[in-house]
């Protein structure tokens, strides 16, 4: 666990600039950019993967747990019974099997 200070540290970095990855443009040289940006995301990503951060795998219609869930917001919405996860608002983490970001979810009241 010597490198948990750090790893938590770079997650919110890595979601900004996987973020700005998925950005979409007619300019070809700005989409040289991005693909050289990708190219670093997934180069941290599996750095970081390697050594022991995993996503906690969320999906909608799972049952909220507060234990690996932060609900940021609810919502009533038809077709769902409560306390289901509606939207994945930002992704989770786990490092060596110790919770470091919950995942942020919108859930049904």
Do not use: W
């Not at 993967?49 to 795998?57: P, R």
């Not at 038809?78 to 110790?98: A, P």
């Amino acid at each position: 666990f010597a490198s948990l200070n750090l790893v938590s540290d770079l997650i919110v970095p890595l979601e900004y600039l996987t973020r700005a990855c998925e950005f979409q443009t007619q300019n070809a040289e700005m989409n040289n950019f991005l693909i050289g940006f990708k190219m670093i995301a997934t180069q941290l990503t599996d750095v970081l993967v390697n050594d022991g951060l995993k996503v906690i795998n969320v999906n909608k219609g799972d049952e909220f747990d507060p234990l690996v869930h932060h609900a940021v917001a609810t919502e009533k919405m038809e077709g769902f019974e409560k306390d289901k996860v509606l939207e994945v608002i930002s992704k989770g983490y786990t490092y060596k099997d110790r919770i470091i970001k919950p995942a942020m979810v919108k859930v049904s009241e």
